[in-house]
């Protein structure tokens, strides 16, 4: 037993339900690790986006234990930064990556934001290894306020000519990050981050998004039963030909009568 209760389809979504954290990011590993098997037969290498939250720690931990994945030809991305962090904070995206993927096995090439360089600059270097380097596999969550990636209600565009962009950070994603464990109080949160937009996540050619735990089973609910809108960006999923997302009884306990 792989631990699923239920799966439906919205749209194009496919949304499968388990029975805790631990077989929920199995499940997403192994599909992910399907894929990218799939896709390494195929090309000389392929290109990742990675989210850096604790919802994430379950799919990372399986996925780095993945069988017959050649790590060597996989290039990875992360998908945002705090902007104004101090040089090596604990709650830097890029150190929670490199502890639960990017340390862990042995990529082509690690490709980090880096917030202390200039805003602009960092958005234009950053911008043209995304061009370089087409992603196939975003591997992503959402926010508390339905984000992908820093993109909330009100700053996220799905036409967006950007691929990467400085961006405010609304309350509800502020108070995650404190809901997270991430930060103490909400005034110890940064206000802005760079964050890779909504067309550069869903340009890959799958998507496989884990959400796990009760604080993210409103935003679960909006995603799949909303009109598809920047309202709730995480809605965009939706339109995607590959995208999936996982999610625990409790982030899923709003699906059960659809």
């Not at 389809?9 to 499940?27: E, N, Q, W, Y």
């Not at 990372?60 to 902007?83: C, K, N, P, Q």
């Not at 370089?132 to 596999?137: G, Q």
């Not at 967006?160 to 005034?187: N, S, W, Y």
Request: glycine share 6%; aromatic share 8%; net charge negative.
């Amino acid at each position: 037993m792989n631990g699923e209760l239920f799966s439906i389809r919205k749209d194009l979504l496919t949304v499968r339900v388990f029975d805790s954290r631990v077989s929920m990011g199995r499940a997403a590993a192994k599909d992910i690790g399907d894929e990218m098997r799939r896709l390494l037969a195929e090309k000389e290498e392929i290109s990742m986006i990675f989210a850096a939250a604790p919802s994430q720690n379950e799919t990372l931990s399986s996925l780095a234990d993945e069988e017959g994945i050649d790590w060597t030809r996989v290039r990875a991305f992360h998908m945002d930064e705090y902007v104004g962090l101090a040089p090596g904070a604990p709650q830097a995206f890029s150190r929670y990556l490199k502890e639960h993927i990017f340390d862990r096995v042995p990529f082509r090439a690690v490709h980090l934001i880096d917030p202390s360089n200039d805003a602009g600059e960092e958005i234009r270097r950053y911008s043209d290894l995304l061009a370089w380097y087409p992603v196939d596999i975003t591997v992503l969550g959402i926010g508390e306020n339905g984000h992908i990636a820093f993109n909330d209600p009100g700053v996220a565009d799905f036409s967006d000519p950007a691929l990467v962009k400085t961006v405010p950070l609304d309350e509800v994603c502020r108070m995650q990050q404190v809901h997270d464990g991430c930060f103490g109080r909400i005034e110890d949160v940064p206000r802005y981050a760079l964050t890779l937009t909504v067309p550069a996540l869903t340009r890959a050619g799958a998507m496989f998004c884990s959400v796990p735990a009760a604080t993210k089973a409103e935003a679960v609910r909006r995603t799949v039963t909303e009109e598809i809108s920047e309202a709730c960006p995480a809605t965009i999923m939706r339109r995607h030909p590959h995208a999936v997302l996982y999610c625990d009884r409790d982030s899923g306990r709003d699906l059960t009568t659809l």
